[in-house]
């Protein structure tokens, strides 16, 4: 046969598969080129610290949880006000030690429902951040104290975290009526507590027309509620979480989750909704400070207190009927109770600052001061009938008087590392002698 084909027609064949040769070396180039400048831009995304790996995790929480990573993980709890989401959350760290979140939603590295057995000691203890730092940096000195004690030592010691940052009454008396619902067992519970029933009452509760025996600024909490006279809002704070999350579950499937570039379209959209976001949750909680902004689930109950004064004489009566119903509740069980007042720096004449103390007390915010100065007294006013009515109280409002070094590590409360063994030290001696005793009965 006759070869048909005319030379032209050969070149012309040959010039397409070089332009698309060229095409898709060009796109190829302009694919790397993407990647690498991805790449560059992601890396410098990233805070001190952070890794590619870090995102990898904040997308895989993103996608399973719709939570990101400017969340703290706070979630809402049904008995206890809230606690950790321990999906989420990554713990805490003080003194140079990571707590991790266990299931229940404590910052803590063991489980918080344990039986009481004859070879241990189940040491609860509940309160606020104060409460929560010192069994973190002076666990050791309660069970040394502990330790001293013939009749206890030879048995394991368990201090549980039962606490949170910012927890106050009645979220102590709910923890431990939650815990013990479960099957929770203790030897005994330490509640150390008094600077979040006066100082975040106020702060967070009464000067945001919130009930004062409300988790501290429960309207924060309700952002994602839909109230009928915000819900554009309120849905559109939904859309936003719900798009987070789905563009984080496409970045993880295969193959877009090796793409520099893919993560750096990913990175841009989540910025941008994060940002639309915190604009969208600052107005609602810039609503939410006046009265006709808020909704009952954000306030609960309205209150009559027509002035902090007043709003402090009711956080001392909240604190003295959950102390008392604490002590109820336990001695039920069998279990030992002490209530022990914390030292505060704000608390006049408990302390002789030292010039460090002194800076750092400045910075307070004065509503908290004030409330400190003015609500201690209402605390200790009340120690008989938290007495009368049997509970053990410890009052440590005096524990750093005659002492002139640095105790305060911070402006409103927290502790450095001796002032919380002081600190553990008064309580474990009290517990020691309350535990022994309860033994010999």
């Known amino acids: 046969m006759t070869d048909t084909s005319s030379p032209s027609s050969s070149k012309r064949k040959t010039s397409r598969r070089r332009r698309v040769a060229f095409a898709a070396v060009a796109l190829l180039l302009v694919g790397v080129f993407a990647e690498v400048v991805s790449a560059i831009g992601l890396y410098f995304s990233l805070e001190t610290g952070q890794s590619f790996q870090d995102l990898a995790q904040w997308q895989e929480q993103l996608a399973l949880t719709s939570r990101g990573e400017e969340d703290s993980g706070v979630v809402v709890h049904p008995f206890t006000g809230w606690c950790l989401n321990p999906q989420v959350s990554g713990g805490d760290e003080v003194f140079g030690k990571r707590i991790p979140v266990n299931r229940f939603g404590f910052v803590d590295d063991q489980e918080s429902v344990q039986q009481r057995a004859p070879d241990r000691l189940i040491i609860g203890v509940t309160g606020g951040s104060v409460a929560w730092q010192m069994t973190v940096g002076a666990h050791d000195v309660i069970r040394e104290i502990l330790h001293q004690s013939p009749l206890f030592r030879d048995l394991d010691i368990r201090i549980l975290r039962i606490g949170q940052s910012g927890y106050k009454q009645p979220q102590q008396l709910m923890t431990v009526n939650w815990l013990m619902a479960l099957g929770g067992e203790f030897d005994a519970v330490v509640n150390l507590d008094g600077y979040n029933e006066l100082a975040l009452t106020i702060s967070d509760n009464f000067l945001r027309d919130i009930h004062t025996a409300y988790p501290r600024a429960w ?183 005659d002492e002139a070094s640095s105790m305060y590590s911070d402006p409103c409360c927290h502790l450095n590392q001796e002032g919380n063994r002081r600190l553990a030290t008064a309580i474990a001696v009290r517990l020691r002698g309350l535990l022994e005793k309860s033994r010999q009965k």
């Not at 030292?354 to 007390?361: M, P, T, Y």
Request: with cysteine; net charge positive.
């Open 219 to 401: 309207n924060t909490r309700m952002l994602e509620l839909i109230d009928p006279r915000e819900s554009a809002e309120r849905m559109r704070l939904l859309e936003i979480t719900s798009h987070r999350q789905r563009i984080a579950r496409r970045v993880r499937s295969i193959p877009w989750r090796w793409s520099y570039t893919a993560n750096a379209v990913w990175r841009t959209l989540d910025r941008l909704g994060r940002r639309e976001k915190q604009k969208l949750e600052k107005l609602l909680v810039e609503k939410h400070s006046q009265r006709e902004g808020l909704g009952f689930a954000e306030s609960g109950p309205h209150e009559d207190i027509s002035s902090a004064d007043d709003a402090l004489v009711v956080a001392a009566e909240t604190w003295l009927r959950c102390s008392i119903q604490t002590h109820r509740l336990l001695a039920g069980s069998g279990t030992v109770y002490l209530h022990a007042l914390q030292p505060n720096q704000h608390f006049k004449g408990s302390k002789p600052l030292s010039a460090e103390e002194v800076e750092l007390a400045a910075m307070q915010k004065a509503a908290e001061r004030t409330a400190i100065e003015t609500g201690y007294p209402l605390l200790l006013a009340r120690q008989p009938d938290l007495e009368a009515a049997g509970v053990e109280f410890l009052d440590l409002s005096l524990l750093y008087r």
